[in-house]
């Protein structure tokens, strides 16, 4: 039986009318973050009462941050978000506009689904956005986690980049499929890599350290799915749109940047072995509340996820004659497996410039440490050494 009675229509989802369904799937599914799993669906159901109301006010919204990289993924994979992050070449008022419509729709539901505007007590730096709570109502028993809003974000820019549609879910067992406009890959990877950039453009630590681990995550996994065919087009927004950053936030767009700051930052993230310290704390803590469990990697997996990035963003330094290298390096990290490795100990070694017995047993992860040439390194002559030396095996 519905919560909603005669008001059960103004939803789209089946769930909605049947909670038990919602629980069904995630016991098959195995999931352990009900809560997040529920909010997941209900970020799916705005979506798509939002999708609905743009084209019939001629406002062109694309879904960006976390649900945005989640719909390339598949349900294993993906990560539990709370938000629907949006970008818009739409002014405010359009927004507000169709924030209010989206109300009007659920005006019989009393406060649940009534769109209000959200001030953070602690805003980073001002940002050309505008920032919605929807209280929604949860289903399920979630035992002590009470919020129960959504959060929609539109961040407003003078242009959009090139988009596409893609047809997806959010979450594992909580909604049917949706549809959404995606920046088209390269700059969704653009955008999310300004993230990692030096303040002020990216991350502020001291406030948002959760945030990094996750945007690793959507990273490494988005990078994966780059076509050599894109690699320009990254190459070439990545610079443009860190320009655009400094620009909005009245920073100089020094030498080495933003490239720099990205491979600092990854460097301290990657320094994560440490199970009792942090960063391990924060990203476990992470992967703990928002993927599920055939994603989660321990400490030395989490190292060659950083270390992975921070070969992406080397390549990304030289310019298009860096997309052989990061080609490389993927195709020889390959080679070495995640058990009965050792015929690699001494050639990992030598890349390194290690004895052996500093070696960890975790070869197929420590490989990406290794094809690493350090700060100020050669990438070029690194993955040749690694070719020659990996490939020998």
Partial sequence: MSA????????????IADPDLLAQRMRAAGVADRYTTELAGWCGEIHEHLRELTAELGIELLLMGGNGASLR???VSQRGSRDN??????????????????????AQ?????????????KPVRDLLLATYVVPVPLLLDHGHS???????????EQRLPASESITGTLGPAATPEMTAALPQLPYQIGIKLMTLAAEPVGIDEATRAAAVPRQMYDLDLLLARLGVDRWTALNDYSRERYAEECKRCDAAVNP??????MRARLERWGDCLDEQAQPWLTIRAAQQSGLRLPAHLRPWGWRARAYRLIL???????????LEPWETAAELAALVPDRKAKAFRAPLADLAGIPVAQLPVQLHYFVWTALDPGR???LLSQIARAHELLRSV
């Fill in 4 to 15: 909603f009675g005669e008001h059960v229509g103004l939803f789209k989802a089946d769930w």
């Fill in 109 to 121: 539901l009393g406060e649940l689904m009534q769109p209000r505007p959200y001030q953070p007590k």
């Fill in 73 to 75: 993924f598949d349900a």
């Fill in 85 to 106: 992050d949006y970008l818009t070449a739409a002014t405010p008022e359009d927004i507000e506009r169709l924030m209010e419509h989206l109300g009007r729709r659920f």
């Fill in 312 to 322: 992406a963003v080397e390549a990304l330094r030289l310019g298009p004659e860096g």
């Fill in 146 to 156: 009470k919020n129960n809003e959504v959060k929609v974000e539109f961040h407003f």
């Fill in 376 to 378: 100020g390194g050669d």
């Fill in 256 to 261: 080495g940047e933003p490239f720099d700051g």
